[in-house]
């Protein structure tokens, strides 16, 4: 039988992208030019503000002194695990070298980015836990200078909770600059930064065009779109607790996909009966965004069997996916694209993108097909050399000189030539390519 949509989208979340790119790219290109003036301009005309771009010691202490300390306790909570996951992460990409054949060797080395732009989210909500992920792991790979921007309140500035986060983590300038503005200023090296090597962390629409434009003269996490997040549920799910959790994910923003994909049409309906009272349960501003995202983005998939619910879910390649079914060692065996998994009903996408310690930087609208998230490698390049004795290099040399005569790259051939000669001038080699 057929997957049976129960609810269907309505709207795709690359509505309105053309006129963004354009948007964007204009304002880059101006900023590029007009340097911490146009900036500044932008902020001005974006946030509502003029006030300091750079905090100096000073405000980031005052700033650090206005947060609670059962707050500080939170995000030192959610710092520490994020840093010890990031450390173990670090440690599974080791510097090494092997003996290819007799006399070369060969070998890769990690080196950490010299500097990094990490960009926090702090409009409709303030992403205290982005400025964690996103600094921690950038400071645990050993990037030289970390760079963090938020967007900052109408005469107000940047929320201390931020403002602690970022310190916390090890951010070495912070800055009272979002959208597209913040992500040139890291990008050209505007107001004493240096220019960043790469570009990480979530954003709306206009600064994941900015990533994606920019991308290539930096370096950047991913091309990132709206939030998304995917639920398989069997008959032994909690329908309840699906609903909620479906409803926290769609808070995100308007055009935020949520699934549920299911085998068992009793709980499809089920959940799908509770979830309007779920959202207008929530504040005003939450239960817009969760509404609109419902409404339009959302589907139920009615699928025959667990084998083609997995089979639906590596199709959407969610950025989230959580697993409320029995036998989850069999979901985590069988299940091959997303961005993060949440197996079983004690955890959940909410606990993930706070303080688990895995990051809440992940690939979205399918990207997890190819990729995975923000991690401690993203700060890091990993690198190859390799070194000879002259025995070692004969047996290397003949077959590039041949493999080169074959594609036609007589430079190529001649640069074996020349070490051949040189080192083994009483031999005569066939050089030429195979026929």
């Not at 050993?142 to 090890?170: F, N």
């Not at 290539?216 to 699906?242: N, Q």
């Not at 207008?280 to 983005?297: F, I, K, M, Q, V």
């Not at 997995?310 to 989850?328: I, K, N």
Request: proline share 5%; glycine share 8%.
């Amino acid at each position: 039988m057929p997957r049976e949509y129960l609810k269907t989208a309505t709207r795709s979340a690359r509505s309105g992208a053309e006129d963004v790119s354009r948007s964007v790219a204009a304002i880059l290109a101006d900023i590029e030019q007009g340097g911490e003036a146009a900036a500044r301009r932008y902020a001005s005309q974006f946030d509502n503000y003029d006030g300091p771009v750079v905090l100096d010691e000073d405000a980031i202490a005052k700033a650090c002194a206005l947060v609670p300390q059962a707050l500080r306790d939170d995000i030192a909570f959610a710092h520490d695990n994020v840093r010890r996951f990031a450390q173990a992460q670090k440690q599974s990409v080791q510097d090494m070298q092997t003996e290819v054949v007799p006399g070369l060797i060969a070998g890769q080395k990690t080196i950490p980015c010299n500097a990094a732009g990490c960009y926090i989210p702090g409009g409709r909500y303030s992403h205290v836990a982005s400025a964690i992920m996103t600094v921690t792991t950038a400071k645990v790979a050993g990037v030289g200078h970390i760079a963090a921007c938020s967007p900052p309140r109408p005469g107000v500035g940047l929320p201390p909770a931020i403002i602690y986060a970022a310190h916390l983590s090890g951010a070495d300038s912070i800055l009272a600059m979002g959208g597209v503005q913040g992500i040139a200023a890291m990008t050209f090296g505007l107001f004493g930064l240096p220019r960043a090597d790469i570009l990480a962390g979530p954003g709306n629409q206009y600064v994941a065009e900015a990533k994606r434009i920019l991308y290539g003269r930096v370096g950047i996490d991913m091309v990132a779109g709206p939030t998304d997040s995917l639920i398989l549920a069997d008959a032994s799910a909690d329908a309840h607790i699906v609903a909620t959790d479906l409803v926290s994910q769609a808070e995100h923003g308007h055009n935020s996909p949520v699934w549920l994909v299911t085998d068992d049409r009793a709980l499809a309906m089920d959940v799908a009966a509770r979830v309007p009272a779920l959202i207008a349960a929530l504040p005003p501003l939450n239960r817009e965004s969760a509404n609109a995202a419902w409404r339009d983005y959302a589907e139920i998939i009615l699928c025959d069997d667990r084998e083609d619910m997995a089979a639906c879910s590596d199709a959407y390649a969610p950025e989230h996916l959580t697993v409320q079914a029995a036998d989850l060692d069999w979901w985590l065996d069988r299940l091959t694209c997303y961005g993060s998994l949440f197996l079983g009903e004690e955890t959940t996408v909410s606990y993930g993108d706070k303080a688990t310690g895995t990051n809440h930087v992940l690939p979205t609208s399918g990207a997890a097909k190819y990729t995975g998230g923000l991690s401690v490698h993203k700060y890091m390049k990993v690198v190859t050399w390799q070194r000879a004795t002259r025995t070692g290099s004969k047996s290397v040399a003949i077959a590039t000189a041949r493999i080169s005569r074959v594609e036609g790259m007589e430079g190529h051939a001649r640069s074996a030539d020349v070490r051949l000669a040189k080192y083994f001038p009483e031999e005569v080699f066939d050089l030429a390519a195979p026929t």
